[in-house]
């Protein structure tokens, strides 16, 4: 165990480095993922028609094994090429689905009498959009992110193969050498940022529950 | 009391039908004058709620007038005329994650009234419905019992002054003991306020207990209009005589 821990301490500077690294290619993608997911997902509650293609189709998009989906995206003009862009972009079309499904899930979930009440005092389709439906809706949207973060956090191991960096290079490095110590640098510290992500996003999500 | 008051609200044969072939609303017609509180009463699926909602555009009817303030409703802006519409509904609607007092200023907020006179006005109306401010205006509706909540959602109503208010089933989801104390309330705001209210209920002795006119109404239609003393002096149909009979024994 310890022999580990001096292992792991030896390399603190390129762990954190690269935990680092990690950690914004995972904000990065569940931002972009968050500013696309929540405003189609609010737009799928006003157009019940397009909301079982849209989600399907989204749905399909998931099923893509990761590693080939950031195969799929190099040669692509603007997003692709080797690099945290591509990985990123990757990353978002992952994040995207929970987010997008609870959102729209989560507003729809908001109790009709709520939402015709809200109508009745005069409040415009935007007001209670605004200060009654998203309010509601958000325990469960913040649910979607939390699932988008921890699943962004184990596949962002996998970017380092498209050389976008993040702790998938120690795990990389580590198959490559078969050094175990060096993979478990890289998918320790992930199991951990994960964990934390985990926790800290549900404490969020309890702090914001009606 | 004298009817010959101006009317606020006015159906004028309204139709209305979710489905070819049949009609929610058959023909209704009735008045409600300026102060007076006029009862909707009926069986469920009479159409007692489908009429309450033409009057604030949350539906619209097919064919026939429906009358506010002497305007047909689907020439007004529906946002401008809810907000003058007062609206209280079973269960209260209210907004869970608001405070009690946040939930009473909705809609001067909406109106764009300043702070102060916002908060001056919700604490007058939730000392008008018993639940002074300094006690309740931080609670949330959850930590309310089912009759303060619906007081809540009265208050609300009030809350811009409105000439009308429309009640939908106000005390349906109160056990009988709060639902009698809330009635007893309700003479009392309207004696102090003076408002015109049409009120939807499927409870006779509610409906005469708080209306100063009755409709009574089935599929879609009034079989009759009138005071609670001419409707149990004179029925107008069959259908009354056994309405009243089944609802209200004959003592």
Redesign the interface.
């Known amino acids: 165990m310890s022999a580990y821990l001096n292992y792991f301490w030896d390399r603190r500077a390129e762990i954190a480095a690269l935990t680092g690294e990690h950690l914004v290619l995972v904000l990065i993608s569940t931002l972009v993922a968050v500013a696309i997911g929540v405003p189609l997902g609010v737009a799928l509650t006003r157009r019940p028609r397009l909301a079982k293609p849209v989600l399907g189709f989204a749905n399909v998009v998931q099923t893509i094994p990761s590693l080939a989906l950031f195969g799929f995206l190099i040669p692509l003009p603007l997003i692709g090429g080797i690099g945290a862009r591509t990985a990123i972009a990757a990353l978002v079309v992952y994040a995207l689905l929970p987010i997008l499904r609870n959102t729209y899930a989560g507003v729809l979930s908001v109790d009709p009498?709520?939402i015709?009440?809200?109508?009745?005092?005069?409040?415009?389709p935007r007001?209670r959009l605004r200060?009654?439906e998203l309010?509601?809706a958000l325990p469960v949207v913040l649910a979607g992110v939390r699932i988008a973060t921890v699943v962004s956090i184990g596949l962002a191991t996998i970017a380092a193969a498209i050389g976008a960096g993040g702790l998938g290079v120690l795990i990389y490095r580590g198959v490559a050498i078969v050094d175990h110590r060096l993979i478990l640098a890289g998918a320790v510290p992930a199991a951990l940022l994960a964990l934390a992500a985990d926790s800290g996003l549900g404490i969020v999500e309890r702090r914001f529950a009606? | 009391m004298t009817l010959a008051l101006t009317p606020v609200i006015e159906f004028r044969d309204v139709r209305k039908s979710f489905a070819p072939g049949r009609p929610i609303l058959d023909g209704l017609s009735f008045t409600v004058g300026e102060g007076e509180t006029l009862a909707l009463v009926g069986p469920s699926g009479g159409g007692k709620t489908t009429a309450l909602k033409l009057v604030n555009r949350l539906l619209d009817h097919d064919s026939g007038d429906v009358l506010a303030f002497g305007r047909d409703v689907r020439a007004e802006d529906p946002i401008a005329l809810r907000r003058r519409l007062g609206y209280v509904i079973q269960e209260a609607g209210l907004f869970p994650h608001w405070t009690v007092r946040e939930n009473v200023e909705a809609v001067p907020r909406l109106l764009g009234w300043r702070r102060e006179a916002a908060r001056s006005r919700s604490d007058e109306l939730l000392e008008l419905v018993n639940l002074p401010a300094a006690e309740f205006a931080e609670r949330r509706p959850r930590e309310l019992s089912g009759g303060q909540r619906q007081r809540v959602g009265v208050a609300r109503a009030l809350a811009a002054d409105p000439p009308v208010l429309l009640m939908d089933e106000p005390f349906g989801a109160l056990d009988p003991i709060a639902r009698r104390a809330m009635q007893r309330e309700f003479a009392e705001w309207k004696r102090r306020l003076g408002k015109a209210v049409l009120l939807v209920t499927h409870d006779l002795r509610e409906a005469f207990r708080l209306g100063d006119r009755v409709a009574i109404l089935d599929r879609g239609r009034a079989h009759q209009i009138g005071t609670p003393s001419e409707i149990l002096a004179s029925p107008a149909d069959d259908f009354v005589r056994e309405f009243i009979s089944d609802e209200v024994p004959v003592a």
């Open positions: 009498a709520i015709e009440a809200a109508t009745g005092i005069g409040m415009t007001q200060s009654v309010p509601l009606p």
